[in-house]
């Protein structure tokens, strides 16, 4: 029998209602989601705020999982020390936000966390294939940045596809994660494409099953 490919599931807490936070973050933890992802937004890289490290180190230490802080913000380096403070075990800056991707990967060398950048979905996935022996992770965009509840953007498909190939061909042993409007509608398309990790929010938070949810996301 062909093993069906398998994914993490991370759960996006921007659209959880932040009155209700430590019972979201109780939901995701019983739902078997593999970790939490946190959308760091700057208001100028993307044109919504959301929230900083103090609230992240809250959302870390209250969460008892994995969490992973997706920077959304212009000029990365200047807020690696203090997401690396948080306890997040991954952090994720956009490649479209610094001048210097390899000289802010450097700045996370040693960190003792994943470190990756984030490809919106305009740019071309050849633009990261020099990064790749450099990253842990690449998260693909399936939206523009800044929103949770969007569609998703089916082209995405062929970009997992072309980055998984890309890793393939130089060896390299790249965590391919995709974020933005994944559904029970996509996720099994995402799968075979190559992902391996799936970024759910607003899904997530609509099911009335968490749990069954989590597990068609991943296959299981
Ligand atoms: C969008 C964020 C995504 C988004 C995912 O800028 O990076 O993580 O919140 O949420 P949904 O699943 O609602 O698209
Ligand atoms: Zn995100």
Redesign the pocket.
């Known amino acids: 029998m062909i093993e069906e490919p398998r994914v993490n599931v991370s759960v ?1 807490v ?1 659209s959880t209602d932040f009155t209700e936070l430590g019972r979201s973050l109780e939901r995701i933890r019983l739902s078997g989601a593999d970790s939490i ?1 946190l ?1 760091i937004m700057d208001g100028r890289f993307v044109p919504n705020i959301s929230f900083g490290s103090s609230i992240a180190a809250d959302i870390v230490r209250a969460s008892g999982l994995p969490c992973c802080a ?1 920077l ?1 913000i212009k000029h990365p380096e200047e807020a690696f020390d203090a997401f690396v403070a948080t306890g997040v075990n991954e952090l994720l800056f956009h490649v479209e936000a610094t001048r210097f991707p390899f000289r802010a990967l450097q700045l996370l060398q040693g960190s003792g966390i994943r470190r990756g950048v ?1 490809v919106n979905p305009a740019t071309q996935v050849e633009s990261v294939v020099p990064l790749l022996d450099s990253v842990d992770t690449v ?1 693909l ?1 399936s939206v523009e ?1 800044g929103f949770g509840g969007q569609s998703f953007l089916t082209g995405t498909l062929a970009k997992v596809r072309a980055l998984r190939s890309a890793a393939d061909r130089s060896g390299t042993p790249l965590r391919i994660a995709v ?2 409007g994944i559904d029970a509608s996509n996720a099994a398309a995402l799968r075979d494409a190559g992902a391996d990790e799936l ?1 759910a929010g607003t899904s997530f938070f609509r099911t009335s099953d968490a749990r069954a949810f989590v597990r068609l996301l991943k296959g299981s």
Request: proline share 8%.
């Open positions: 996006s921007l992802h959308d997706h959304m984030a998260l965009m940045p974020d933005g970024v």
